[in-house]
C-alpha cells in the first residue's frame, strides 16, 4: 500500500542550528512534492514544491532536496529560530489529482 | 481580505444533528476541496470540486454532502452527525485542478465537536 512517512516524534533543536526533517515515501513515482507548514489552530500554508527532475530546492533560509531513488525527501531549515517552530508536511500527489499529506513533524526551536 | 474563509470556526453539536460549514475563496480558482484532520493529524482529502463539478469523492459516507453553488463558494453539509465525525474540517483552494506547479489554499479549519 502506499505510505508516506514523516518522523512521528517532535524535534527538537537549539536556536541558529540546521533544522532536518524527513519525508519518506513507499509505492509512489511522484512527479513532485510539496511542503507544507501548519501552526496550531490554523490551516497548512505552503512552502515549496519540488519535481522528480529537481535535486534541490531552495527559498530563503529552506532548502529541499528530493531522491526519487531512496524514495525520501529532506526539509531543512537554517538558522533555525523560535518563529519557525510549527508542524511540517510532505503532500505527494495520487492518482493524478489528489494531494495526499503525511502526518507531519512537529519541530520546536528553543532559544 | 482573507482568500479562504470557513464558518464556522467552533462547531458543538449533539449525535444526530445535521449541520453546515460554509466556505468561500476570493482567489478566483476554479478548484475548491473539503480536508479532514482527525485527532492523529492525518490531513485526508474528503471532496474536490472543478467550476462546480464533483471531481473527487473519496469514498466519505453519504451523510456527507458537499454543495457547490458556484466556483467560489462550497459548502459541506453533514447529516446524522455521529461522535466519529469530530474533526478539523479544512476548506481549500486551487488554481486549477491539476497539481502540478499548483499551490493548495487552506482556510483556517472548523472545528466539530460531537458530543
Known amino acids: 500500500s502506499q505510505k508516506i512517512e514523516q518522523n512521528s516524534e517532535a524535534l527538537n533543536i537549539q536556536e541558529g542550528k540546521t533544522a532536518t526533517l524527513t519525508c519518506n515515501y513507499t509505492n509512489y513515482s511522484p512527479a513532485y512534492l510539496q511542503w507544507y507548514r501548519q501552526d496550531p489552530g490554523r490551516g497548512p500554508v505552503f512552502l515549496l514544491l519540488?519535481?522528480?527532475?529537481?535535486k534541490e530546492k531552495r527559498k530563503e533560509r529552506l532548502k529541499v532536496t528530493f531522491d526519487t531513488t531512496l524514495k525520501q525527501s529532506l526539509f531543512h531549515i537554517t538558522a533555525s529560530q523560535p518563529a519557525d517552530s510549527a508542524t511540517y508536511l510532505c503532500?505527494?500527489?495520487?492518482?493524478?489529482?489528489?494531494?495526499?499529506f503525511g502526518a507531519g513533524t512537529i519541530l520546536r526551536v528553543k532559544s | 481580505d482573507t482568500a479562504v474563509s470557513q464558518t464556522p470556526k467552533y462547531l458543538v453539536t449533539q449525535m444526530g444533528n445535521d449541520k453546515s460549514i460554509k466556505c468561500e475563496q476570493n482567489?478566483?480558482?476554479?478548484?475548491m476541496y473539503w480536508y479532514k484532520q482527525d485527532s492523529k493529524k492525518f490531513l485526508k482529502i474528503m471532496f474536490s470540486?472543478?467550476?462546480?463539478?464533483?471531481?473527487i469523492n473519496e469514498t466519505v459516507p453519504n451523510r456527507f454532502s458537499p454543495k457547490s453553488p458556484d466556483k467560489a463558494h462550497l459548502n459541506l453539509h453533514i447529516n446524522s452527525l455521529e461522535l466519529g465525525d469530530s474533526a478539523v474540517y479544512f476548506c481549500?483552494?486551487?488554481?486549477?485542478?491539476?497539481?502540478?506547479?499548483?499551490?493548495?489554499?487552506f482556510g483556517e479549519g472548523s472545528w466539530l465537536t460531537v458530543v
Open positions: 481549500a483552494s486551487s488554481p486549477t485542478l491539476e497539481y502540478a506547479g499548483n499551490t493548495i489554499y
Open positions: 470540486y472543478n467550476n462546480k463539478e464533483l471531481i
Open positions: 503532500a505527494l500527489p495520487r492518482d493524478g489529482n489528489k494531494l495526499v
Open positions: 519540488i519535481r522528480e527532475n529537481e
Open positions: 482567489l478566483g480558482h476554479d478548484t
